[in-house]
């Protein structure tokens, strides 16, 4: 049973000293218990703050302890009623190979669920996040420009195709050629703007030639000083994640833009509201999520790009390719 804990706190972007591998005996499920074989880990751009100790919403990974990670797992041995050998379950089992659950906040997903590691992306906690997050804070409506970075990611692909979806301009930012043409070609977005471009803020504006409407924050830094100036009287602004920003030690390069952003919500009367996908929505909208979200992808109307890699051990070099944005889709570690 191999599995991957915190060696120490990153300072920066996460090194080869961040997680330690080791290998312990497979674990006996005792009564009330079953025994999971992970079969696919998510790599979530979240598991960074996990490895940080400063103040959070959630309590960080100790030292020494299994890196947090949700996972798609088969049940090898089972002592828990609603749970058999050879299900497929969503868990929150972490890094490695193995774990012991007692089936709280476990999912069962049945004997042979179609696309199983979807559930960790389109189907799952990205996807919610996305739909959650747009509709409910975005309230898009129909002619609105919608901008959204880490476009071609599992959160805001989906934000995207569903605000296309409600009938909205939408415009993705991404980083390079290759992911910028997927998002406007295989995503059916209007546009994508590489937000590596030196001219980033010049396309992004005739882009958005109606200014924006909503801007779905995925990334923080350059991307959302360039929105700032386009923002519409009465624009919404989900704020659900700053990956540009994660890895940093002190304050960003460059100019302080803190008095532009608050002049800016005050001036177009901008409606900011943060989320944690998991605590701020009533638990019925997961419902309605996936059925939407399931239909969608039955008629063709969402498509999901997964990236894979093979094997535990490349876990640790994977999530810091993601951070650096050198991941494509959703990306999930195939374990077993
Ligand atoms: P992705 O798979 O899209 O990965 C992150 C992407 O961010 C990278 O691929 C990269 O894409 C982009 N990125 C990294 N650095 C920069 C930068 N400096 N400027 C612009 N883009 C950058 O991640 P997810 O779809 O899983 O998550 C997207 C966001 O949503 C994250 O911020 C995450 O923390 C947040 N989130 C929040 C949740 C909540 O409850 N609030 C729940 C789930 C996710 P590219 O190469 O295109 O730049």
């Excluded at 090194?15 to 025994?35: C, F, Y």
């Excluded at 001219?199 to 991307?223: H, K, M, S, T, W």
């Excluded at 304050?251 to 177009?268: K, V």
């Excluded at 490349?314 to 944005?325: I, K, R, S, V």
Aim: hydrophobic share 40%.
């Amino acid at each position: 049973n191999r599995r991957f804990v915190l060696n120490e706190r990153p300072k920066g972007a996460p090194d080869a000293n961040t997680l330690r591998l080791e290998t312990v005996d497979i674990p006996k499920p005792g009564a009330g218990e079953m025994l999971l074989r992970t079969v696919y880990l998510s790599l979530d751009p979240y598991m960074r703050g996990r490895m940080s100790d400063a103040k959070s919403y959630a309590t960080p990974v100790e030292i020494g302890g299994v890196m947090t990670g949700q996972v798609v797992a088969e049940v090898v041995e089972s002592q828990l009623d609603g749970f058999a050998k050879g299900d497929y379950v969503l868990s929150g089992s972490g890094w490695q190979d193995y774990a012991i659950s007692d089936g709280a906040q476990v999912l069962n997903l049945g004997r042979a669920p179609e696309n199983p590691s979807w559930s960790l992306g389109i189907l799952g906690m990205p996807g919610y996040t996305a739909y959650a997050g747009l509709l409910k804070l975005g309230e898009p409506k129909p002619g609105e420009t919608v901008v959204v970075a880490a476009a071609s990611g599992p959160v805001g692909a989906t934000v995207g195709q569903i605000a296309k979806i409600k009938g909205c301009r939408v415009v993705g930012v991404a980083g390079g050629a290759e992911k910028c043409a997927h998002v406007v070609e295989a995503l059916g977005f209007d546009a994508c703007i590489d937000h590596k471009a030196e001219d980033f803020e010049a396309q992004l504006a005739a882009a958005c030639p109606d200014g924006i409407d909503v801007y779905f924050e995925n990334v923080g830094g350059r991307v959302l000083y360039g929105v700032l100036p386009l923002l519409n009287p009465f624009a919404r602004m989900p704020v659900c994640g700053m990956v540009a920003w994660y890895n940093l030690t002190g304050a960003p390069e460059g100019p302080d833009h803190g008095p532009q952003i608050l002049s800016t919500i005050l001036r177009m009367k901008v409606k900011v509201q943060g989320f944690i996908i998991f605590d701020s929505f009533p638990i019925e909208l997961y419902q309605e999520f996936s059925e939407a979200m399931t239909g969608w992808l039955k008629e063709g109307k969402v498509r999901y790009k997964e990236q894979v890699v093979e094997g535990l051990e490349a876990a640790p070099e994977a999530f810091g390719d993601l951070l650096a944005g050198r991941n494509f889709g959703k990306m999930v570690v195939k374990v077993g």
